[in-house]
């Protein structure tokens, strides 16, 4: 199984089972085993328990994994407290490393681990769980899942027991709670409830902020940009997706304020085009900077997929490291398009920001691409590639390659090393055959031509141009057989797809 750089396992969060009754309904389900107060599920009694159930979490772990073993003791002590919830809520975990259950981790979508989920209806509705990772937390969040999706307000008490100027709220307004506009409101509630709040009213009046309404209406809350905002379309999708164009600041803060955490996730995980200016916060020059490229975002608004962040050089560090810059760059703006593709004004002034964000809109900036400079001494039996060569050594040398994507700190790439090195030393003297790998995290490589979702992926191309992604056995003998059954005789430089100076290839490698 592979792992994604920016995704946890699941861990199945499910409540206590104390009382012996309850330990008897577990024992009877399946054979499930409980340890403590949360249920052990594997692939015996996984689907069977699931089943049985209206409402219960699961958590995907790894023994191995840090942040499971942080989880751990807090995920037991929410069990233990929601075990007199009524009706109780169960949390469960599975062990997905286990080579038995992996084929649970494939069917969840488990990308890292702790991944927890949400099964409902006996497991006919799978939710992800997007709430904290401590006990107290995780009890206040799992009451509200298993409650009404949408809470009553009848006066102005109740909506200030809900409604929070730091949170995001949705309300419904309707002149009676019955009819298609309330059903379709309490469908959209149930469905996105463990994404958003929601609440609904017979009055407008009662709420902290807009005007009152004279028809149904479900009115976004939030503590950003202009505080709230109204739509009276209440088709279910359409309803989704402005909550989800609502739900993001015009322009997402990246600094050390904890509020601002999810609306960072929620930028990077977007499907937009991405515009990022990293600065220094406190430095001379920061107000004229941070307000010309506000306005500039105010003034792109609903021209295009585009998505704005202004990240804070204290806070952001990582972030530059990860795109590859220095510090002595900012401030800059990078640009990331759909394509993956990145383009880059650094050193900027707040009157350049304008017509460059203008000049990349009309397609005359130039992509940046990370590298590391392409080794001027190569001669290992597995060769480095780079960002600036990857292309020519893998498609254009007219040879055969093997090519590792790899990260420093992957687990599983420093397993595979060694037994890499092994099968590049068995083909030294074939000169049709590159073994070769490229540091994935330190080099940029075309996403439209290799996928790589997790650590390591390995990539084989023929001589003739034949590009396949390498799934087979990890072992020596595995990968060498691959690569016998696939070799094939060099393409002489004329012959290839993309002719290029192969003494230059050869040279660098």
């Keep these: 199984m592979k ?20 330990i008897s309904a577990a024992e009877e389900e399946g054979g499930a085993k409980v340890a403590e107060s949360v249920l052990t599920l594997d692939h015996t009694n996984f689907h069977d328990t699931i089943k049985k159930h209206d409402f219960i979490v699961l958590e995907f772990y790894a023994p191995w994994c840090g942040h499971c073993k ?35 981790a494939t069917e969840f979508n488990v990308g890292g681990f702790p991944t927890l989920k949400i099964a409902r209806n006996g497991g006919k509705d799978i939710t992800d769980y997007k709430g904290p990772r401590v006990a107290d937390g995780i009890v206040e969040y799992l009451k509200k899942q ?12 109740d909506a200030s027991n809900l409604i929070s100027d730091s ?38 009046k009662f709420l902290p902020r807009g005007s009152d309404v004279k028809v149904p209406t479900v009115r976004f809350l939030k503590p950003f940009d202009e505080l709230f905002v109204d739509s009276q379309d209440f088709n279910v999708d359409a309803l989704e997706k402005f909550l989800g164009e609502a739900n993001m600041p015009l322009v997402t803060q990246f600094d050390s304020d904890p509020k601002n955490q999810p609306y960072v996730s929620k930028f990077f995980n977007n499907p937009n085009a991405k515009v990022m200016l990293f600065l220094n916060f406190s430095g001379e ?19 295009g997929p585009l ?6 050089l204290e806070t952001s560090t990582r972030a530059l490291q990860y795109f590859g810059l220095k510090e002595d760059q900012v401030p800059l703006i990078i640009v990331q398009n759909t394509n993956k593709e990145k383009y880059l004004k650094e050193n900027l002034e707040a009157d350049q920001i304008e017509p460059w964000i203008k000049e990349y809109l009309n397609g005359n900036v130039k992509p940046f691409r990370k590298s590391e400079p392409i080794p001027k001494v190569n001669d290992e039996p597995v060769k480095v590639v780079v960002g600036d060569n990857v292309e020519d050594v893998f498609f254009n040398s007219g040879k055969n390659v093997l090519l590792k994507f790899y990260a420093p700190w992957c687990g599983h790439c420093k397993t595979l090393t060694p037994i890499l090195e092994e099968v590049a030393v068995s083909f030294q003297s074939n000169p049709d055959i590159i073994i070769a790998k490229l540091d994935a995290t330190t080099n940029d490589f075309p996403a439209d031509k290799f996928e790589v979702k997790g650590y390591p992926t390995l990539y084989f191309k023929s001589s003739s ?12 003998e595995d990968i060498i057989d691959f690569i016998e ?3 094939e005789t060099t393409v002489k430089p004329d012959e290839a797809t993309e002719p290029v100076e192969l003494d230059a290839v050869k040279d660098e490698l």
Aim: charged share 25%; no cysteine; hydrophobic share 40%.
């Design 285 to 303: 020059l920061s107000d004229a900077i941070k307000s010309k490229f506000q306005e500039v975002a105010k003034n792109q608004k609903g021209k």
């Design 307 to 312: 998505s704005f962040l202004m990240g804070d």
């Design 146 to 157: 298993v409650g009404p999706a949408s809470a009553a307000i009848s006066s102005a008490e």
């Design 485 to 487: 059954k696939n070799k």
């Design 70 to 104: 942080s989880l751990a003791p807090e995920y037991e002590k929410a069990a233990s407290l929601l075990s007199s919830h009524d009706p109780p809520i169960v949390l469960a975990k599975i062990d997905a490393n286990e080579e038995s259950n992996k084929a649970l």
């Design 465 to 476: 141009g034949i590009a396949v992604q390498y799934d087979g056995g990890r072992t020596k």
């Design 167 to 204: 949170k995001v709220f949705v309300v419904g307004v309707f002149p009676k709670f019955s009819g298609e506009e309330f059903e379709n409101f309490m469908t959209l509630a149930d469905k996105l409830r463990s994404d958003y709040d929601f609440g609904h009213t017979l009055d407008a």
């Design 3 to 22: 792992f994604s750089n920016f995704f946890s396992v699941i861990l199945a969060l499910f409540l206590g089972i104390s009382s012996p009754r309850l």
